[in-house]
């Protein structure tokens, strides 16, 4: 798992190995603002393909790609017992209530946590440049797809304080169909700059991402932990905060 920037590491060396799938990625404008987006995403919420087009323009610049780190992206098929324990002591206490907030997507629409009351609820905290997010990214996506909207929710919170175009471009490019929401900080970040945290980040305690939380229909914590997941456990821990 990363600690904040001074952990980021770009590896350059494997760009050769991951060049077509970088360039999958990449946004294709139009002079009509549209935007599309390959493998891996493969396909786009309504909102992130109306997008205002000085947005999609701004994230077709971002050059956003995966960074990628030797030996990561395994655990997320293990077993839900080999996950490993939280390394962040100061995450919040499970059976406490998850701290409210209200933020914007890329595009300007305002999500608050109080929403998603009456559903289990996960609380990704996520940074664009994390290799460690970038190879949880699909799997959310897929688990998100697998459970009944009526019954589950997913949400993630940038951690950097990064601007509108990355954490669109981010978002776009795994296809994410769950918000990814701006937590602003007096030192805002990006893709290729470094940020610091917001408000709601500090809140929830966070020192490594991704960090996740499961909340139950009240919006209490039930499970929380940081690093790469098992797909097993963050499901088995959902189900369980539904029941």
């Known amino acids: 798992m990363h600690r904040r920037r001074r952990t980021r590491i770009y590896v350059v060396a494997l760009a050769a190995a991951i060049g077509g799938l970088?360039?999958?990625?990449i946004f294709a404008v139009t002079h009509k603002a549209t935007l599309s987006v390959v493998p891996p995403a493969t396909s786009l919420a309504a909102a992130d393909r109306?997008?205002?087009?000085?947005?999609?323009?701004?994230?077709?610049?971002?050059?956003?790609h995966p960074n990628v780190l030797p030996g990561i992206g395994k655990i997320e098929d293990k077993p839900a017992a080999d996950?490993?324990?939280p390394s962040t002591k100061d995450l919040l206490a499970v059976g406490t209530a998850a701290p409210d907030f209200s933020l914007l997507?890329?595009?300007?629409?305002?999500?608050?946590?109080?929403?998603?009351?009456?559903?289990?609820?996960?609380?990704?905290?996520?940074?664009?440049?994390?290799?460690?997010?970038?190879?949880?990214?699909?799997?959310?996506?897929?688990?998100y797809e697998s459970l009944p909207r009526k019954s589950y929710g997913f949400v993630s919170v940038n951690v950097d304080g990064e601007?509108?175009?990355?954490?669109?471009?981010?978002?776009?490019?795994?296809?994410?169909?769950?918000?990814?929401?701006?937590d602003p900080s007096s030192n805002a970040g990006s893709f290729d700059s470094p940020g610091s945290p917001g408000k709601v980040t500090k809140s929830y305690?966070?020192?490594?991402?991704?960090?996740?939380?499961?909340?139950?229909?009240?919006?209490?914590?039930?499970?929380?932990s940081d690093g790469e997941q098992p797909d097993a456990l963050l499901r088995q821990e959902l189900e369980r905060a539904a029941e």
């Not at 970088?22 to 990625?25: K, M, R």
């Not at 946590?113 to 990704?124: F, P, V, W």
């Open 163 to 182: 601007d509108a175009p990355s954490v669109f471009a981010y978002h776009v490019y795994f296809g994410l169909p769950f918000p990814s929401l701006l």
């Open 205 to 224: 305690g966070i020192e490594s991402f991704p960090t996740f939380y499961v909340l139950n229909r009240q919006g209490v914590i039930v499970w929380r």
């Open 22 to 25: 970088v360039f999958a990625g």
């Open 105 to 143: 997507t890329p595009q300007g629409q305002k999500v608050s946590l109080r929403s998603y009351r009456g559903k289990a609820t996960l609380i990704e905290f996520f940074a664009t440049w994390c290799p460690h997010c970038d190879v949880e990214a699909p799997h959310l996506r897929r688990l």
């Open 83 to 85: 996950a490993k324990q």
């Open 50 to 64: 109306n997008a205002p087009a000085a947005l999609v323009h701004a994230a077709a610049g971002v050059g956003f």
